[in-house]
């Protein structure tokens, strides 16, 4: 550190008085060193504090804030109860789930101003009573004005904008999901998601997804939302959608600008020798019958559709594609996502350090209250046939037709 940090340390944490002119670099460093053992481990928390009171980003990194906090064993609703971030959203997630996002944050360059960013600002009351206002005509021709007059539109999707194709979300999957975890002696049904489930035994993951991989025998066609989205590519307003949807009814809706962020079915690859299939669809057919998909190639290694898992790397080019992609929007729509999951629910936060508008099209509330100007409450495709109405747009019956270009 330099003696110009130092100085603006002891200054941020109030000491500014015992800071001379003449001290040397060693001299504010012995001064730090002895406030920090004063404190005793809660130096970094002085700091934050001293600079909450004064309004000001601490001047050191949230990291080492963090790591500090997890040095006195605080626990990860503590840490987010002291950010003022609320923790009843994320009631369901286990601690160890709360700290990865805490680290993942800090690994952000602006990790304290995305953080001041995250606090709620309306209280959610205010909030659900605005939801209740949300369904009011004008506020349709609101979001339909906004989608009108931009041109680079960031669209976020999740399994409920599937939910019409016949496909359930993981929410209304719950139940699902623990029968099977009961069903193959797994502790956790979150474990049926697991890289490491799947390498032991894939039968309660292909069991799990029977219900979302795709099948030519039997295509599903995409639904309204998916159409709506294409329209907005073929109108030239697309920038880019992010799905975190795995069940490719972006590519039957002809979609091409689009983010596999946890992969998808479109393609499959052999668990044991690493053997690539560009094209998923006699894997997926396998799979839809019940039968585990052998690799051609090594003869008994399991194929595995390139869907994300949990304790799987994300594709490579999502973070850095959002970090592009939040900052060039002019407006963020998002559909159809409980905005759970990391690190697709970072993105409104993210765009909201720009000025473009926010757009929840939802059928309930998600996210944090400060992460949307505007909330479209009921099933997508109810809403989007009410913005496509006050657009004046009209959708051909077939996935990627778009009348009237
Ligand atoms: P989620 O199940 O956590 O949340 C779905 C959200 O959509 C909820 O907030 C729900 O209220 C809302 N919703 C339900 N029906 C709706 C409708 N008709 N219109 C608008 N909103 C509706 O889903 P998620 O946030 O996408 O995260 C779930 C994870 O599970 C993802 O990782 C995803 O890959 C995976 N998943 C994917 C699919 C799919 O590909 N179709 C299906 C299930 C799960």
């Not at 990865?100 to 309306?122: C, F, T, Y």
């Not at 959610?124 to 004005?145: K, P, Y």
């Not at 999740?158 to 209304?172: E, M, N, P």
Request: with cysteine; net charge negative.
């Amino acid at each position: 550190m330099s003696g110009d940090t130092y100085r603006s340390l002891l200054q941020s944490i109030g000491a500014g008085s015992y800071v001379q002119e003449s001290s040397s670099d060693e001299d504010l460093q012995q001064q730090l060193e002895a406030f920090a053992s004063k404190c005793a481990g809660k130096a970094c928390e002085r700091i934050r504090q001293a600079a909450v009171a004064s309004k000001h980003e601490p001047g050191i990194p949230f990291g080492l804030w963090l790591q500090e906090r997890e040095e006195n064993q605080a626990t990860a609703r503590q840490v987010l109860n002291v950010l003022k971030l609320p923790v009843s959203q994320n009631a369901t997630k286990t601690d160890k789930e709360l700290w990865d996002g805490l680290w993942q944050v800090s690994r952000e360059e602006n990790a304290w101003k995305i953080l001041h960013d995250m606090v709620p600002r309306v209280p959610l009351s205010d909030m659900a009573e605005r939801a209740g206002t949300c369904t009011a005509v004008g506020r349709f021709e609101e979001v339909a004005s906004l989608i009108e007059q931009s041109s680079h539109i960031l669209v976020l999707t999740g399994a409920g904008i599937s939910a019409s194709c016949g496909i359930k979300t993981y929410r209304d999957n719950d139940g699902f999901y623990a029968s099977i975890a009961k069903e193959f002696g797994l502790s956790d049904p979150e474990q049926v998601n697991d890289i490491r489930t799947f390498r032991k035994d894939p039968l309660p993951w292909f069991k799990h997804i029977k219900g979302i991989v795709p099948d030519k025998r039997a295509p599903r066609g995409p639904s309204l939302t998916h159409q709506f989205i294409r329209a907005l590519e073929v109108r030239g307003k697309l920038l880019r959608q992010y799905t975190q949807n795995i069940d490719t009814l972006e590519i039957a809706a002809g979609i091409s600008h689009v983010t596999f962020c946890h992969g998808s079915f479109a393609s499959a690859t052999c668990v044991k020798c690493g053997f690539h299939m560009t094209d998923g669809t006699q894997v997926n057919a396998t799979i839809a019958d019940g039968k585990v998909p052998y690799c051609e190639q090594c003869a008994d290694g399991v194929m595995k559709p390139d869907v994300v898992l949990f304790n799987e790397p994300m594709p490579a080019g999502v973070l850095d594609g959002i970090e592009q992609h939040t900052g060039d929007a002019d407006l963020l729509l998002v559909l159809g996502t409980s905005l759970a999951v990391t690190p697709c629910s970072l993105i409104p936060a993210l765009v909201g350090l720009g000025d473009a508008p926010r757009v929840l099209i939802n059928a309930e509330l998600a996210g944090r209250d400060s992460d949307f100007e505007h909330f479209l409450k009921g099933p997508s495709d109810v809403t989007v046939q009410r913005l496509l109405d006050a657009l004046d747009w009209h959708l051909g019956d077939k996935a990627s037709a778009v009348e009237g270009e």
